[in-house]
């Protein structure tokens, strides 16, 4: 058996602790998930409310994205590392106390643009703290974390408040305690994360949008669609269908809850390792015909009740996001002007954090009115019919470019 040394702890503990963290802020952003029944039941409040909370994080994300994509290069990664962190962490602490709505949007806020900010600067100080400083290694871990991260995080909410002790605090604690050694860790090896070498760039907030050229412009604006159409499904399955799940499954409690989320997630994460060499064009007509799938399906298990019905939803929904966010990711990426490629990409992904806010909030609006079974029913249709005509304009242009 081998055992790590002293020495390999020091050659590896800056690239560790950078991928704790990532890991620790993703799980984190979809921790509450199976809890929003909960805040449901003990707050009395009504759909629209679980949407400001699930919106808020995503609003968070966005400025730090746009605005505070290049902190790590001015004032180095180990201090946004710490910083996202320490965000994490107060993020934690208001969730765990928070009385009512307001102060945990504000919590879901700030834990969205702390990790905005560390999305940014992890795959650069992933490849920095590298003993090797391998970029490739460091890709992956960043894809891997996320998407691992994302999906474990249900599961560890939905367990934690299933034992019953303090459902609503318990979660927040442990991670709290967690994000807290963590800080500790990059503290011990900060010299790994103390760049970037050089000359570092000047400190600027200004945002940075801007269109491709004109020839490139059909192509981005698909992409767009694509992204804005992957998070207006995504956030709509962890915002509003945990409430379903409760109504409609047999089983009862947030571990159900996590785990029907955790069998999503594994689909998406299957799909991105095992399908990464896929034609884009094509894999983003699978993407969409994947979460067409999911949204006629999710409808239909609501109505019915049934339950395999809905599990064979939440794959479907898992199956296409892997598909499209992957591909009209590496769709966007081909588009851009290469002297603008920031600015261009920068705007992809404004489009995709709109769809994850808009359409989540109009939905909640519209549940308070007519139902969340209901509002659900309306959706499906209208993001059914964007999600075909994406579908078929990606189907022409893989046609265009790989003809018979």
């Known amino acids: 058996m081998t055992v790590a040394t002293p020495g390999r702890l020091d050659r590896w503990g800056g690239f560790i602790a950078v991928a704790v963290a990532l890991s620790l802020c993703f799980s984190v952003s979809s921790l509450p998930t199976p809890l929003y029944p909960l805040y449901q039941t003990a707050w009395n409040i009504p759909p629209s409310a679980l949407s400001y909370i699930f919106t808020a994080y995503m609003v968070g994300v966005l400025p730090s994205l746009i605005c505070f994509g290049r902190l790590s290069d001015a004032l180095g990664r180990f201090r946004v590392v710490l910083t996202s962190l320490s965000l994490l962490m107060v993020g934690l602490f208001l969730s765990a106390i928070a009385p ?102 000047p400190l600027s907030i200004r945002p940075q949008l801007a269109l491709p050229n004109r020839p490139k412009r059909p192509t981005f604006f698909l992409a767009c669609g694509a ?51 896929i034609a884009p064009f094509k894999g983003m007509v699978l993407g969409m015909l994947g979460f067409a799938a999911a949204v006629t399906l999710l409808s239909v298990g609501v109505a019915t009740h049934d339950v395999a019905v809905l599990a064979v939803g939440m794959i479907a929904g898992g199956v296409g996001q892997g598909f499209s966010f992957m591909s009209s990711a590496v769709i966007a990426g081909i588009s851009v002007d290469e002297n603008r490629r920031t600015a261009n990409m920068s705007t992809y ?56």
């Open 100 to 201: 009512g709505v307001g102060v945990l949007i504000v919590a879901r806020f700030i834990i969205g643009f702390g990790n905005g900010l560390l999305t940014t600067a992890s795959a650069v100080a992933l490849a920095e703290a590298h003993p090797q400083r391998d970029r490739h290694v460091a890709s992956v871990i960043t894809s891997m974390g996320i998407s691992v991260a994302f999906g474990l995080g249900p599961v560890v909410g939905g367990a934690l408040a299933q034992t019953g002790v303090a459902p609503l605090v318990l979660p927040y604690l442990v991670i709290f305690v967690a994000a807290g050694c963590n800080i500790a860790l990059a503290v011990r090896y900060r010299a790994h994360l103390l760049g970037p070498f050089g000359t570092r760039a």
């Open 227 to 277: 992204g804005f159409a992957t998070f207006a499904v995504g956030s709509l399955f962890a915002s509003m269908v945990p409430s379903l799940l409760r109504e409609v499954l047999p089983w009862k409690g947030p571990l159900v809850v996590g785990a029907a989320f955790f069998l999503m997630a594994l689909a998406c994460t299957v799909i991105q390792l095992t399908q990464r060499n």
């Open 349 to 404: 992904f404004l489009c995709a954090y709109i769809g994850a806010t808009a359409p989540i909030v109009a939905v909640g609006l519209l549940a308070d009115r007519v139902g969340l079974q209901m509002a659900i029913y309306v959706y499906a249709v209208l993001i059914g019919c964007l999600l075909l005509l994406l579908g078929a304009l990606a189907g022409r242009r893989h046609a265009r470019r790989n003809p018979a």
